[in-house]
């Protein structure tokens, strides 16, 4: 079995303050109680890929915590990242030690913090992508219909669609990577009907990436030439991946790539960009409140209410709120005000993030 | 020294959950990081009354919790009534329990549950009354000068200021006692100038307070008699307490007694009926907002923050709360909707009660 998968997972971040620290980030939190999304996107390869093939790049803040959600996978396939330098150093590293246990390889990269609920759709999607990237000199996206003109998504214009029959799912060749568009662009997109929200998940084969990366990115093709045939790995990664200039995989390859395609997803798929997003996905009570707690209300409406304890919340009288729970902390936000709960957190002490 | 004091200790509700419960209400707590109420009650009958002669009476469920919190008195002081039966059966029980120690006694009565930051004002007039106790056959009250027209306090009708060279407080004859009145009544007794809140406490001799109670309701005054004679004083109040008929010691005795006097209060009092209130006394903090615990606000005004475990609460956009937190419980309400606190509270299991 030549497959493997790369799951990112080094992502940081306080957007779900109080419950996200920046030693457990979304990825790391069993925010819908069914396991941490590091845990799921895990799952989600299950009968894709041996788990011996599975690896996860995290970062010294989160190794001990990523390595105890990942403990059924081989310990050496969980490397932190000796220093923060964009996605395209990141996945050049996860190509290097995919390449190092198998030159032919044809590798499937997924983010931790994305929410998918229809596994098998997921699955079968995955192992036509992978099939796929065994015998086309492609790299392979997957793209989400886009619901909304959101702003802050990166977007796949799609040009003709693929004609191959030994494919289960809709493909089609892409024309551009279009990054975060401003709000009237966004809804010339989402009327063309041609572009999809890029979901940050690539499927390749090892070959094909490094000679993209020899003639587009020289600098990553030559440091996955040499970590894949580095003596000892781990000391060559410590010293040579801080070097790595920093930049998005999208820039330092797939907009110039000879050969983009893009999947038409067949499954859900939500970022969870925020307390509100999370709100969707909460357990309904009475009147549009939603809680992973038992909640006790009186004329009060509308609320997201989340305690890492389980502890009774009691509500009365409010509407529109968010309230978050945990040991340490408490945050009662105006929902319309949810993109104000950075500001707050920006002003705590360095103990609370 | 044969002065006495009983504090009346065993009022139940939980008009403060999540943080008072059943076995733990408004005066077994420490609201203002300053001891609890029952605590000051005590601290502040210091160089009044000798701690072997202070006196509370508590109940069952929240007799543990009183002993703990009154460790300086002696042991056999703290008597947990056998069942509720109002005020005018605890007060005799306090009575009975002094006559047995000293049948000459004066006492002052207090509740543990009113909060009152001048203690040498209070002092001052407790010494005041107690002298006047020893000499005058009377039932002394203390009154509150009425700031608004409560509607859920008792007032004290006064007539002429007694003429005693011997006191250093104005101190006046009652005409009558007058339960909770309407809204218009209470607004009719605050433009008189006569009338004033009264706030529970108490002042009289053992021998004069026996001579009215025979008189007025001699059910009480035999309670008394014999509890004093008793040779198993506990055994006696666990048989026979609980036989004694409910009703309140205004209605029981001071509307019928003979001569009731009304001190003018010289301190500040507060019954602190509700988190509004505790509001006024909490540190204050920017734009209003009040608590307990550090606060991190933006774009929020006017909120109450309690905590019992002094974690961090961040408010964004959120005005007129009352948020008040617990390790198993927390209540988020609109200031305007404080009496609806109650409502909530009948809906919960009693494990949070």
Redesign the interface.
């Known amino acids: 079995m030549n497959h493997y998968a790369l799951i990112l997972a080094g992502g940081s971040g306080t957007r779900f303050?109080?419950l996200s620290r920046n030693a457990k980030p979304k990825q790391l939190l069993d925010l819908f109680g069914q396991g941490t999304m590091l845990c799921q996107a895990i799952d989600r390869l299950k009968g894709i890929v041996p788990p011996e093939n599975i690896f996860i790049l995290t970062n010294h803040l989160q190794e001990a915590e990523v390595r105890r959600q990942a403990a059924g996978l081989p310990a050496e396939n969980i490397v932190a990242e000796p220093a923060r330098r964009d996605t395209a150093p990141a996945v050049s590293l996860g190509v290097g030690l995919i390449a190092a246990r198998d030159p032919q390889a044809s590798m499937i990269i997924i983010p931790s913090d994305s929410l998918i609920l229809d596994t098998p759709a997921f699955q079968a999607l995955a192992q036509d992508a992978l099939n796929l990237a065994d015998r086309e000199a492609a790299l392979i996206t997957i793209g989400i219909k886009p619901t909304w003109p959101c702003p802050s998504y990166g977007y796949i214009e799609r040009a003709e669609k693929l004609d191959d029959p030994a494919l289960s799912h809709n493909c089609y060749e892409v024309v551009r990577f279009r990054e975060k568009p401003d709000a009237a662009t966004a809804e010339q997109y989402l009327a063309s009907g041609n572009f999809s929200w890029n979901a940050g998940m690539f499927i390749w084969s090892v070959p094909h990436v490094r000679r993209q990366l020899a003639a587009h990115a020289p600098e990553l093709a030559g440091f996955i030439d040499r970590l894949s045939q580095a003596a000892d790995a781990p000391q060559f990664i410590r010293d040579e991946f801080p070097k790595l200039t920093p930049i998005s995989i999208d820039f330092a390859l797939l907009e110039k790539a000879d050969r983009v395609l893009n999947f038409e997803a067949t499954f859900d798929w939500d970022d969870v960009g925020s307390w509100i997003s999370v709100g969707k996905y909460l357990p309904k009570q009475e009147d549009g409140n939603v809680s992973n707690s038992p909640v006790?209300?009186?004329?009060s409406a509308n609320n997201i209410v989340f305690?890492d304890?389980g502890?009774?919340?009691?509500?009365?009288?409010?509407d529109d709120?968010i309230?978050v729970?945990t040991?340490?902390?408490?945050?009662?936000?105006?929902r319309?005000?949810?993109d104000?709960?950075k500001?707050?957190?920006a002003?705590?002490p360095d103990e609370?993030l």
């Open positions: 303050w109080p006790s209300t009186i004329a305690t304890s502890k009774r919340v009691a509500l009365v009288g409010v709120l309230v729970d040991g340490d902390a408490l945050l009662v936000a105006r319309s005000e949810a104000s709960i500001k707050v957190v002003t705590l609370l």
